[in-house]
């Protein structure tokens, strides 16, 4: 079973990209975000793999980090969230993000992915409304930096979301309410918050004077 792959970005387009590991191309089918976040071609590059077995066939795929990958293998947990599906939600949500409006039963901002219709993302934010926390704590709520060095999108603010959980939790909260709270109150103010602002805000969301 594959875990990981290193080597070659040998070619990249949209859906799937091709490492090249010591001579051998592996066929790697990847979200758009993930792909986003790829070197240029003929660079090293290192992804976390999900190997799906089939009777008549074995696809791999693809995750800039840990968190990606869990959250896929969740995903897909959900009655008419296949792979195909599963990659499309983590396109255009983070790990962070999607772990956000499942604790909020935003449904609407599943439902922005491609596939994904307002039952069907219902069906997602009910059904693993109880997992969310644990696979965001998991992971330090997570920071969403790529295996190969290269940044993601938003891993500034989510580096000061888990910084506000980690200080709700030293102030003797639940880490899942910890969670809860700080999601909230990230929701509520915006993007580029700082974690000081956010642990006020968490503060409010569970009622305790900041």
Request: include cysteine; hydrophobic fraction near 45%.
């Amino acid at each position: 079973m594959i875990a990981k792959l290193t080597g070659i970005l040998d070619s990249a387009r949209e859906g799937q990209a091709v490492i090249d590991v010591n001579g051998v191309g592996y066929l790697v089918f990847c979200s758009a975000r993930t792909l986003a976040s790829l070197p240029p071609r003929g660079q090293a590059a290192s992804l976390a793999i999900e190997t799906h077995v089939r009777e008549d066939h074995i696809h791999l795929y693809g995750f800039a980090n840990d968190a990606e990958r869990e959250w896929f293998k969740l995903l897909t947990t959900v009655q008419g969230v296949g792979a195909k599906v599963g990659l499309a939600i983590l396109s255009v949500l983070s790990p962070t993000e999607i772990a956000q409006a499942i604790v909020a039963g935003d449904r609407t901002a599943v439902a922005r992915a491609d596939g994904v219709g307002p039952k069907l993302a219902q069906r997602v934010v009910t059904e693993l409304k109880d997992k969310a926390g644990s696979i965001g704590l998991a992971h330090g709520m997570p920071v969403a930096t790529a295996t190969f060095g290269k940044p993601a999108e938003g891993a500034d603010e989510d580096a000061e979301l888990a910084d506000a959980v980690s200080a709700l939790v030293n102030l003797g909260y639940k880490r899942v309410e910890a969670f809860g709270a700080v999601s909230s109150a990230s929701r509520k103010l915006g993007r580029k918050v700082a974690a000081a602002d956010l642990i006020r805000a968490g503060l409010k969301e569970l009622g305790t004077p900041s």
